[in-house]
T-cell receptor, first 114, second 113 residues
Framework: DADVTQTPRNRITKTGKRIMLECSQT?????MYWYRQDPGLGLRLIYY???????NKGEISDGYSVSRQAQAKFSLSLESAIPNQTALYFC?????????????FGDGTRLSIL | GESVGLHLPTLSVQEGDNSIINCAYS??????FIWYKQESGKGPQFIID?????DKRQGQRVTVLLNKTVKHLSLQIAATQPGDSAVYFC????????????FGSGTQLTVLP
């Protein structure tokens, strides 16, 4: 979805480095999500946020942190990256005002940790 | 925890034929289901959804069928085209669960010329 932008699209870094992935949206949605996708697997939820400064842990939050300082932006941080965090990361948004609405995804960030 | 799974990891069909992609879910409390299409290098793209109070829903060339008795979901694509080649995911969620989605592992659909 072109209205959900993730940066960077690709990142290669070393073990122990701090990394931040950014997500911004122009859909006006209040809910934002971060997912991780590993090869051959579905998406797993890392963190989600319903509003500015609202943070909720997902299925696999260990080793990650997030920040939601503005409605349109939701960032994901790896404080000290490790190789098993190598994956494809997706940001998604949804609209609280409409029930039973799908989430809309960005095109992902491919992260490789050496 | 409960999860959504798929019967077949890969599916190959001839161009012009119909495709059927299946999904089994185990959480009987799930009441909203979505099919996503993911092309290489892109994020999941919404295809069609269905609520648990429905058995069938049709879109453009796609139909989703829901069988709550056996907790089974299927996506039918009519007259499959080369552009339909992608990985297809089903996802489920529960009302009141903050719309957290649980995804299946995906089926790779390949359309043969």
């Amino acid at each position: 979805d072109a209205d959900v932008t993730q940066t960077p699209r690709n990142r290669i870094t070393k073990t122990g480095k701090r990394i931040m992935l950014e997500c911004s949206q122009t859909k006006g949605h209040d809910r934002m999500y971060w997912y991780r996708q590993d090869p051959g697997l579905g998406l797993r939820l890392i963190y989600y946020s319903f509003d500015v400064k609202d943070i909720n842990k997902g299925e696999i939050s260990d080793g990650y942190s997030v920040s939601r300082q503005a409605q349109a932006k939701f960032s994901l941080s790896l404080e000290s990256a490790i190789p098993n965090q190598t994956a494809l990361y997706f940001c998604a948004t949804s609209d609280r005002r409409r029930s039973n609405q799908p989430q809309h995804f960005g095109d992902g960030t491919r992260l490789s940790i050496l | 925890g409960e999860s959504v799974g798929l019967h077949l990891p890969t599916l190959s069909v001839q161009e012009g034929d119909n495709s059927i992609i299946n999904c089994a879910y185990s959480n009987s409390a799930s009441d909203y289901f979505i099919w996503y299409k993911q092309e290489s290098g892109k994020g999941p793209q919404f295809i069609i959804d269905i609520r648990s109070n429905m058995d069938k829903r049709q879109g453009q060339r796609v139909t989703v069928l829901l069988n709550k008795t056996v907790k089974h979901l299927s996506l039918q694509i009519a007259a499959t085209q080369p552009g339909d080649s992608a990985v297809y995911f089903c996802a489920e969620s529960i009302s009141g669960s903050a719309r957290q989605l649980t995804f299946g592992s995906g089926t790779q659909l390949t359309v043969l010329p």
